[in-house]
Nanobody
């Protein structure tokens, strides 16, 4: 029903910035809350932040707040993750996900997931 494709990952130096994109299929994108998650090697997948269907509300994990910003352009069926002041600890595969229910951290209610895009921050 919904297909999500992340892009924009790559290699960046510590302190740099990246903007990730997540393109969604289908005509009902604006009805979905969207979340960003990340998973570092050998670690659990964790919540980064989320945004409501209209884009009117955002919510961030405490450790991301202030450096990462989520936005969306429903006309383009795309959600973005702007990452600033990147640290080596931010190195992970970043995933976007869609939910009818929440834009917060409950992974169980995100029904659709992208394939992920690798972000590597060098020191």
């Amino acid at each position: 029903q919904v297909q999500l494709v992340e892009s924009g990952g790559g290699l960046v130096q510590e302190g740099g910035s990246l903007r990730l994109s997540c393109a969604a299929s289908g005509p009902t994108f604006s009805t979905y809350n969207m979340g960003w998650f990340r998973q570092a090697p050998g670690k659990e997948r964790v919540f980064v932040g989320g945004i409501s269907g209209s884009g009117g509300r955002t919510y961030y994990a405490d450790s991301m707040k202030g450096r990462f910003t989520i936005s969306r352009d429903n006309a383009k069926n795309t959600v973005y993750l702007q990452m600033n002041s990147l640290k080596p600890e931010d190195t992970a595969v970043y995933y976007c996900a869609a939910s009818r229910i929440t834009y917060k951290q409950d992974q169980a209610v995100y029904g659709y997931w992208g394939q992920g895009t690798q972000v590597t921050v060098s020191s």
